[in-house]
């Protein structure tokens, strides 16, 4: 996957454009992120101020059925080093001018995770760079943080394999609420490709949900600050074989599954008494789930904020500004200690680095 040709070609772009631009924007410091969790890679460059100078990514998308983590990992092997080289090309600078390459260390799928990994270990090693280990999740907070500016927020984290609902408490980033069982993104994922409407799922049960002011009665399970939806998925799909409207389906799996994670979040802001409230995850580009969000937050006196699409979906930047931050604190691995990990908690991560906008 990588060699010394590669180095040499990626070593060798050290054109003008670097040092002008280099020059004209002070660089400081600058860290390369690999994301490669499950279906995306991506791979970022972002420099001390979270100018996020080249995020380039390609998404495994299946043929048929599910992701596939093998299936995926191979996607990613074949598409790392071009889009690494890209990543170079796009930030008009040069490997060696790197001060870490970090990656998501977890949690996701293994093959997948290891194939980022075994990238970011051979491009630290090659120009000899520390290398940072990221949480994936603490990833999604922290480029929410710097870039929408709010200072203390809950964050309703949302994508394809996780649902969680996290903050900022007593030194570490807790975990309040998560699913049980699949994430939000996943159920929109499953039940699209249940009815062949294909993938990514999400974007596709919006459009149809905007069709339809119909409610369909669905599970609505909440326990505590915890959500489950695969009951509702089932329900779904069984009402759908009994020819149910696809877009009475859509608008009610939106609006049963919103509203549980709209009212787990409320919990959470009165539970830690917080007036912010941060979107973070690929679900987070539904209007939908803003809008519900939006007023909950409206009718308590607090704010929403939302990064752009391109970093809430799974993306190189995030990883590369966490694990700036985590460089700038002495945060290092070891190549011996860089196993991912799959089941990477939130809650494990040593917050050793100071947050954007923290009081
Ligand atoms: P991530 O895992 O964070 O990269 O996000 C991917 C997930 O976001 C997939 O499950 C998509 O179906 C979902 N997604 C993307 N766009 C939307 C949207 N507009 N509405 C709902 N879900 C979405
Ligand atoms: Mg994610």
Redesign the pocket.
């Known amino acids: 996957m990588w060699n010394i040709s590669t180095e040499k070609n990626l070593c060798g772009f050290r054109g003008w454009a670097s040092d002008f631009i280099m020059g004209a924007i002070g660089v400081s410091m600058l860290c390369l992120g690999i994301e490669s969790t499950?279906h995306?890679v991506g791979v970022g460059i972002v420099d001390e101020k979270c100018r996020v100078l080249a995020n380039e990514s390609s998404t495994f998308s299946p043929i048929k059925g599910g992701i596939h983590p093998r299936e995926a990992a191979n996607h990613h092997a074949e598409n790392i080093v071009p889009l690494i080289r890209s990543a170079f090309l796009k930030a008009g600078t040069d490997p060696r001018d790197l001060d870490a390459v970090a990656f998501s260390m977890g949690p996701g799928l293994g093959p997948c995770l290891r194939t980022g990994a075994t990238a970011a270990r051979a491009l630290a090693l090659a120009v000899d760079k520390p290398l940072v280990g990221v949480n994936h999740c603490v990833a999604h907070l922290e480029i929410g943080l710097v870039k929408t500016g709010c200072r203390n927020p809950v964050l309703l984290y949302v994508?394809?394999?996780n649902t969680q609902v996290i903050a900022f408490a007593e030194g570490r980033y807790r975990v309040f609420g998560e699913t049980l069982d699949i994430g939000v993104?996943?159920l929109?994922?499953k039940f699209a490709r249940g009815v062949g409407l294909g993938f990514?799922?999400?974007?596709l049960?919006?459009r149809l949900a905007g069709e339809s002011s119909n409610l369909v009665a669905l599970p609505y399970s909440v326990k505590g600050m915890d959500v489950a939806f695969s009951g509702m998925l089932t329900a779904a799909l069984e009402l759908h074989k009994d020819g149910k409207s696809l877009q009475d389906l859509c608008n009610s799996i939106q609006e049963t599954a919103f509203a549980m994670l709209t009212e787990v979040s409320e919990r959470a802001m009165a539970h830690l008494d917080r007036d912010e409230i941060l979107l973070g995850?690929?679900?987070a580009?539904?209007r939908r789930l803003k809008s519900m969000v939006e007023m909950m937050a409206a009718d308590r006196g607090a704010r929403i904020f939302v990064p752009e699409a391109a970093l809430c979906?799974?993306n190189g930047a995030m990883i590369a500004w966490t694990g700036l931050l985590m460089h700038r604190s002495g945060s290092h691995l070891d190549i011996r200690d860089s196993v991912i990990n799959q089941r990477f908690r939130t809650d494990q991560v040593d917050v050793t680095w100071i947050r954007a906008g923290a009081q």
């Open positions: 499950a995306t994508s394809g394999g993104g996943n929109l994922d990514p799922g999400g974007p049960v919006e995850g690929g679900v580009c539904n979906v799974d």
